[in-house]
């Protein structure tokens, strides 16, 4: 695997989906739905910018049946980490920190 230096990624950029991938890059999984509460949309918004992430190969989608209900869970995949600590990184190149 090569490093991968900072670079913007307008993917990842979209301040909710930004805030998807901090989320995310914390943790293995989350539910859907703690996704939401925390980002502060509704489902269809959340599920627009998980679908972009998706396409782009960085959040993964997972449903399971729990207790008789669907349960929809998010990861960030490989490449989503490295897009988003490289994001990241060219952030805070340009703000100088």
């Known amino acids: 695997m090569t490093a991968v230096g900072p670079r913007f990624d307008q993917v ?6 930004l805030q998807v ?3 995310l890059a914390a943790v293995d999984t989350m539910d859907f739905a703690a996704v939401r509460d925390a ?5 269809s918004v959340l599920s627009k910018h998980v679908k972009q992430l998706e396409d782009a190969g960085y959040v ?7 207790a008789s209900r669907q349960r929809t869970s998010l990861a ?3 490449a989503g980490r490295t897009a988003f600590t490289a994001h990241v990184a060219e952030l805070r190149r ?3 920190v």
């Open 21 to 23: 991938c901090g989320l």
């Open 12 to 17: 990842v950029h979209a301040p909710p989906r």
């Open 60 to 66: 993964r989608v997972s449903k399971a049946t729990v």
């Open 94 to 96: 340009i703000a100088g």
């Open 39 to 43: 980002v502060g949309v509704s489902d």
């Open 76 to 78: 960030l995949t490989p």
